[in-house]
């Protein structure tokens, strides 16, 4: 099926609908185009016409709505201009106007009589659940700080030592009371969590190099590491909380089973619909005479 700019095709119907200029009375008008106008019951109607999710962007930011007023005054008053010089009557526009229309009406019929009627049994969501725990589940993860003295690559032996001793200095400030977040603030060389205070946010295994790894599942919440070496420098490591494995609850995970479903059926039955609808037609299409490629 054609994919057309929905934003396009709502304008495009709505002007036409506008073209009957039937308005409340009482409504406050947001627009005027002539004799033509556009109240904001109109324009909340064209808003309606939407995706949901854009709805509410647009809900959201009054911006976005003065832009598609915009739009469709524009979409409107050229309009108006290509009708007086006749442009509507070229041959090779009403058939692109009737491409649109055909392109738009598909689709909505295919949402209100096809999509719209599909649901998923609760039943249906439970059994995927308990068929795939795995999917569920979360392992066990730890939410760490760490503060990074970086080793020049090639350093000699002398540099090394210094770097390990700047980072022994670090650990003692910390051992004596100073807060962690403001010393890796201060002489962290990882910039991408330095003006975090070192935060490395919650990581399961197997996100960090395994010197790494180890060190920090082996620490306790509030323990804080040696200068650990690593192909990067010394690292000292604080671990604030731990995580044990889990299994996310029925409760929390069945609307996003019931959306991964219901686009599984919509995608089914969306096809089905149209493989039907075809065949009852006696369309007949044939591709290998645009490609050049044999079916």
Do not use: C, W
Request: glycine share 6%; net charge neutral.
């Amino acid at each position: 099926m054609y994919r057309i700019s929905q934003i396009f095709l709502v304008l495009f119907v709505l002007i036409i609908l506008l073209q009957g200029n039937t308005f409340a009375k009482d409504d406050d008008i947001v627009a005027k185009i002539g004799n033509k106008k556009i109240t904001v019951s109109e324009f909340n109607k064209l808003i309606g016409y939407l995706d949901p999710e854009r709805q509410k962007m647009i809900e959201n930011n009054p911006e976005m709505k003065a832009t598609l007023l915009t739009q469709l005054v524009q979409s409107m008053v050229i309009s108006d201009i290509a009708k007086k010089k006749g442009f509507d009557k070229s041959p090779e526009i009403t058939q692109q106007i009737k491409f649109f229309s055909d392109s738009f009406l598909s689709t909505e019929y295919l949402k209100k009589e096809v999509v719209q009627k599909i649901s998923i049994p609760e039943s249906e969501i439970k059994q995927y659940y308990d068929s795939h725990q795995d999917e569920f589940k979360t392992p066990e993860m730890v939410k760490a700080r760490h503060i990074l003295v970086r080793v020049v690559q090639g350093a000699s032996e002398e540099d090394k030592q210094k770097t390990l001793d700047k980072a022994k200095d670090i650990l003692k400030r910390i051992q004596g009371g100073e807060e962690f977040a403001k010393l890796a603030n201060e002489f962290s060389d990882d910039q991408g969590t330095k003006s975090k205070g070192g935060d490395l946010g919650f990581f399961p295994r197997g996100r960090m190099v395994k010197a790494f790894e180890d060190a920090v599942f082996a620490l306790k919440p509030g323990e804080v590491s040696e200068p650990l070496e690593t192909q990067f420098g010394y690292h000292i490591i604080k671990v604030e909380e731990q995580k044990e494995p889990s299994i996310e609850p029925f409760d929390t995970a069945k609307e996003k089973i019931n959306q991964k479903l219901l686009q599984e059926q919509i995608r089914t039955k969306v096809t089905e619909f149209i493989d039907k609808s075809l065949k009852n037609s006696g369309a007949e299409i044939h591709p290998e005479l645009l490609t050049g490629k044999q079916k």
